[in-house]
Structure formats: C-alpha cells, structure tokens
C-alpha cells in the first residue's frame, strides 16, 4: 500500500509539473498568428510517411536507421511504461498480461528493443564526443546544446539499463513460470540464478523504480531540451506545410493592391484586412507552427549541412533561424504575457538575433526544408523575414533596391520604360 502511495504522489507530481510547463507553451502560442489547417487525410498519409516509416531520415541509411530503430523501440516500450503506471497505482504486477499472446509480442518486442535502443544510444554517444561530426558544429551550437544532448543521450541509456534490470530480476523471482516474453532478458537471468529471493526483489524494485521516475523526470526535462522533438515530431509532422516547396505564400492584402493598380476599373476586395505589421520582425510576428517548428527542431543539423549559403561560407546557418527563434520567444514570451501584446524590450527577432546578412545570404533553394527529418520549413520564415525589412524598413541589398524601383517605375525589373521595350527589335526584318 505505502508502494502504492508513494507511486500516485509521485506521478501527481510529474502530470502537475508537466502540465504547469505546457500552459506557459500554450500562452506563448496564443501571442503568434493563425495558421489554417485542412485536408487532414493528406496530414494522415504524411504522418505514415515521414514520421511514422522514418522516410527523410533513413536518406541516410546507417546512422538512419539507428535513429528509426531507437523511435520504432520508443513506441512499443511505451506500452511497457503505461503498464507500469498502472501497475504502480493498482499494485498489481503486469496488469495487461490477460491480453496473452498480444502481451507476449509487444513486450518481447520491448525487451529486444531495451537493447537495441542501448547500443545504439552508445554508437551516438560515441559519435557525438569523440568523432567531431561537422554538422553538430556551428556557431549556434554553444555548449549548453552539446550538454544537453548528451545528458539526454544518457538518461535513455540508463532508461534501457533499468528496463533490462527490470525483466531480469522478474524473471530470476518467478523460476516456477513468468508473464511475458524475454528474448533476450531470458537468456541473461540465469547468470543470477543463485541470488536470494530477497536479492533478486531488492534489485527489481531498484530497477523498477529507477526506471519509471527517470520516465517522469524525463517528461518534466524534454520540454526544456532539444530532446522535446520526442513529444513535438509526431504532431509537427501531421500539422507540416502542405504546398510544394519553393511555392511562397502570397500576401493577400498586398495582391489586392497590385490587381487594383494593373486593373484600375477593377472593384477592390477589401475583405482581407490590412496587418498591423508585413512580415515577420519578431516572434508575435510569426505563425504558431513556426513556433512549433522551433520547439520541435532537433538541432541535428542536416539542414545546415545542406544549405548552399552555409556550404560556400556564408554567414546562414537554417538550424540557427529555429535555435534563435526558441531563443528569443523564451526570452520575450513571458513578458509579453505579463505585460500585454504592447510590451517592447526594443528588440526583436531581426537584428538582434537574426541579422539582415543571414537573411539574404539565403537562395531559397528549400534544401534544408527538404533534409528535414521533422518537415520544418525555414524558407517562408525566412522570407517572412525579409518581407519585413523590404515593407517595413525599405531595407534590400542595393540590387535588389534598384530592381524595386524598376518595378515602381517601369512596371517590369528592367531599367527601361514600357515604351522602349521593343527597341531591340526596330531592325530586324
Ligand atoms: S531544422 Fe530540421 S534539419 Fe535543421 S537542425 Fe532542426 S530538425 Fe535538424
Ligand atoms: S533555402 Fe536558404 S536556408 Fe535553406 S538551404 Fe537553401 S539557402 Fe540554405
């Protein structure tokens, strides 16, 4: 009973704690912009696709298919870890035996996992620390973000060794006949055959509650890590950019007033309001999903290690445009829930975090947005962003100004008027 107590204490406390934390997240996506979302069989397919068979990241097949493996694990162990909360609070053990050969696969399948998922957390770790892979450099990742990979990397090894812990010591208390199935488990468990009964039970319940309060540690941690792509991809994926890439969005109140200059006698649609703000200078400037994209980025950096810009020296890191975005709307959110959507700390996602040199070193070539294993699109925030300084501030590299001002005068990019267009052609036959 008292096992029972202190169980339901503890996960009141993870769900308190975890919840408290996505409120504020909630608040921070009520200060951006609507997103519209439709054709949710199409989100279906998609969801299948990339998040669930891993598409994008099996592109690169050894590496890939180690981090598909330790998702595919993270799924089927889950049933085991619910089992446990409900075993925690009933004091029962292995509440969902009844479902009898059904429970035999998926936990089997958890037990070969707990392994898997083990060598292959060590093959990153590996990589991570002494292999110096290039694309985990870069001047946005400082060492907080080396840090916390690691720490995260090592919470789930110790997460796969208490769950093999676990099945061991079960097995070892129940010589007469177990629940479940333990490929792997079963053949370690005879090396603690000799152990007592009452040693055998220390050291299960050691594992055992290792295991579910690093589970519940971990849910309050990820939020706060780069690992938060754990809870933030499978719903990233589903709720991703649905045109092609490369198509931008047309701003409707400027289209409005462009149809209305080309076609004066035209009645103007003024149905679509006229923003506050064109583009994107801060945060509140953007959409929910591009805030969502930024929670979600793994920081793995294939985008960065796709981008032309980046490639050929440029000062545009993609994974730099979501780390900062997270960044500044951590800083800037709370204050604006506290203080109203007026608040100013006279800064801004522009210029003080992302600067006008990133912003136009960019091709909007969308590699990156196609690298991305979580379909973050970082070329229509990007845009977004120039938008700004174009509309707002008339700020555009000077050819880029020379062209507007064609545009405004000629009707056309060229430096010449509409009526000498076809000079080129007065002496040809
Ligand atoms: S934006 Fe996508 S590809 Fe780039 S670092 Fe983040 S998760 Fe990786
Ligand atoms: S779209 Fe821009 S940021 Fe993305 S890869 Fe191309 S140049 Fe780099």
Redo the contacts with the bound molecule.
């Keep these: 009973m008292i096992k029972q107590i202190v169980f339901t204490a503890a996960l009141l406390i993870t769900i308190i704690i975890f919840f408290y934390t996505i409120s504020t997240i909630i608040k921070k996506i009520r200060l951006t912009k609507p997103y519209p979302i439709k054709d949710f069989g199409k989100r279906f397919v998609l969801l299948l696709k990339v998040a669930v068979a891993q598409s994008t990241i099996l592109r690169r097949p050894v590496v890939g298919f180690m981090h598909a493996l330790v998702f595919w694990g993270f799924i089927i162990i889950l049933f085991g870890s619910i089992e446990i909360v409900f075993d925690g609070i009933s004091g029962n053990e292995r509440t969902f035996a009844f479902l009898g050969p059904i429970y035999n696969i998926v936990i089997g399948l958890g037990d070969l996992f707990a392994y898997i998922i083990f060598l292959c957390i060590i093959a990153f770790l590996v990589r991570r620390i002494f292999m110096h892979i290039s694309r985990f450099q870069g001047v946005e990742m400082k060492a907080v973000s080396h840090r916390d990979a690691n720490i995260s990397l090592l919470l789930i090894m110790i997460l796969m060794v208490t769950l093999m812990g676990t099945n061991i010591f079960y097995i070892v208390l129940h010589p007469e006949g177990y629940s479940g199935y333990f490929p792997i488990s079963a053949y370690l468990a005879p090396v603690f055959e000799n152990m007592s009964g009452n040693t055998a039970y220390f050291w299960h319940e050691v594992n055992w509650w290792l295991h579910i309060l690093l589970i519940f540690f971990f849910a309050n941690y990820l939020p706060y890590s780069k690992h938060f792509?754990v809870f933030m991809s499978l719903p990233n994926v589903f709720l991703s950019r649905l045109e092609s890439l490369g198509k931008l969005d047309t701003m409707k109140n400027v289209l409005r007033e462009v149809r209305y200059m080309l076609n004066p006698d035209e009645t103007p649609d003024i149905s679509t309001e006229v923003p506050g703000l064109f583009g994107v200078k801060d945060v509140n400037d953007a959409t929910w999903k591009n805030y969502f994209?930024a929670l979600?980025?793994?920081?793995?950096?294939?985008?960065?290690d796709v981008c032309p810009a980046n490639i050929t020296g440029k000062k545009l890191s993609?994974?730099k445009i979501?780390i900062d975005f997270r960044k500044r709307m951590d800083e800037i959110g709370p204050k604006l829930i506290k203080n109203g959507a007026e608040f100013t700390d006279s800064k801004s996602l522009v210029r003080n975090y992302i600067s006008e040199e990133e912003l136009w070193a960019c091709t909007t070539c969308n590699a990156?947005a196609k690298?991305?294993?979580?379909n973050?699109n970082?070329p229509t925030l990007i845009v977004d962003m120039r938008r700004y300084l174009v509309m707002e501030e008339s700020s555009a590299p000077g050819l880029l100004n020379n062209m507007f001002a064609h545009i405004e005068n000629n009707g056309a990019p060229w430096q010449y008027s509409a009526e000498e267009r076809m000079k080129w052609a007065e002496n040809l036959k």
């Design positions: 792509h994209d979600t980025c793994t920081q793995c950096g294939r985008c960065t993609p994974r979501f990156c690298e991305c294993p979580v973050i970082h």
